[in-house]
């Protein structure tokens, strides 16, 4: 009997483990690089390109050095430069260093070091307010922008504010307990900006937070009622736990102190280093390191999750020698008659590069 009870509770607990880890592990599809930009010499060239969204076939990339958002048209499998929104400045429609933005229906939305500027989506500019956080965290949803809250003073996760300035609501409670004694000298703010650094996104219908440090997904619906929390650093694998585990050690225990120099640095680790809605999915693009190794990963993984569940659901990856050597920025994907499109941002030793990819 203790033999039959031994063998019972030994398979319970091997197929338990197997159905907590059956979500986490799925064949990755390989993507084909077919097209990359720049490539001719009348091409536009990138200074510095840190984000960007597709929406009816444009796509949108922030110029942060050049203070401008440039505009690209998607033409059969080539990417074809159009205009720009935005001008060096700090009058009507011009922007300081740009950071993120967010589209709704025909109006743009843009992040940059003085505040928010809204535009339609050609170029004309319809307003702007002025801001005193370097948080670019954001989403425009209807005439809203729901906005990240790094103040440590405060612990609401998210602002909401009219498109004229207006504060209206907050949403959310924050939910790390930060020892700012572990940071003496350092800019709490910063503090803050690191530790809940991620994406805000929508389906049109629900406020998605993804923190892409400690790997934190939060569902809430526009009334500011959470619907789901889930940690997703498993779904990154061993890579995705050595990163949690990385960043819980520098921001939870151990704190970080100023070099000999008199420099402070503020590290940073990614479970995920950008999130994209499209669909019913939420696409989510690895970092380049993990904790411990020198060189960069030898792949590029993009995991699909449902946004119902927040499960896996799909798995895609960019072997190295596609990727080239250097840094991934940031990502947008457009699907066209069933067939999805990667657009990945790629910071090399020759300069910024939009790779275009497909299944």
């Not at 979500?23 to 993507?31: C, G, M, Q, R, Y």
């Not at 990614?270 to 019913?280: L, N």
């Amino acid at each position: 009997m203790f033999k039959i009870k031994c063998k019972f509770i030994i398979s319970f607990f091997v197929l338990f483990n197997l159905l907590n880890t059956a979500n986490f592990s799925v064949e990755a599809i390989t993507l084909k690089k077919i097209y990359y930009y720049p490539q001719k010499d009348d091409d536009y060239y990138f200074r510095s390109l840190v984000d960007l969204i597709i929406f009816n076939n444009n796509i949108y990339a922030v110029e942060n050095f050049k203070n401008n958002i440039v505009v690209f048209r998607f033409e059969k499998d080539n990417i074809v430069f159009s205009s720009f929104i935005g001008k060096p400045g700090q009058g009507p429609g011009d922007l300081q260093y740009p950071n993120r933005i967010s589209i709704w229906k025909d109006e743009l939305a843009v992040k940059d070091a003085l505040g928010f500027s809204f535009y339609f989506l050609n170029g004309k500019f319809i307003n702007k307010f002025k801001t005193f956080s370097a948080m670019p965290i954001f989403v425009l949803i209807e005439n809203k922008i729901y906005w990240l809250n790094i103040d440590p003073k405060d612990d609401h996760l998210i602002e909401i504010y009219s498109k004229d300035g207006r504060f209206i609501n907050n949403l959310g409670k924050k939910f790390h307990k930060i020892d700012l004694s572990l940071f003496k000298e350092f800019n709490p703010f910063y503090i803050e900006q690191i530790i809940y650094d991620g994406n805000l996104l929508t389906d049109g219908s629900f406020l998605y937070y993804l923190n892409s440090g400690f790997g934190d997904v939060i569902k809430y619906n526009l009334n500011g009622e959470q619907i789901l929390k889930k940690n997703l650093a498993n779904v990154f694998g061993k890579r995705g736990t050595a990163v949690l585990d990385k960043n819980r050690k520098i921001y939870f225990h151990d704190g970080l102190k100023i070099s000999k120099d008199g420099s402070r640095e503020y590290p940073r680790n990614y479970i995920f280093k950008d999130a994209y809605i499209s669909g019913r999915f939420v696409y989510l693009l690895s970092g380049d390191y993990t904790p411990g190794e020198n060189s960069p990963n030898k792949e590029i993984s993009i995991k699909v999750l449902s946004l119902d569940t927040l499960e896996l659901s799909k798995e895609y990856r960019i072997l190295k020698n596609d990727v080239a050597s250097d840094w991934v920025i940031c990502f947008s994907i457009l699907e066209i008659e069933r067939t999805i499109f990667f657009i990945v941002c790629m910071h090399t030793e020759n300069g910024y590069y939009l790779n275009l990819y497909k299944e």
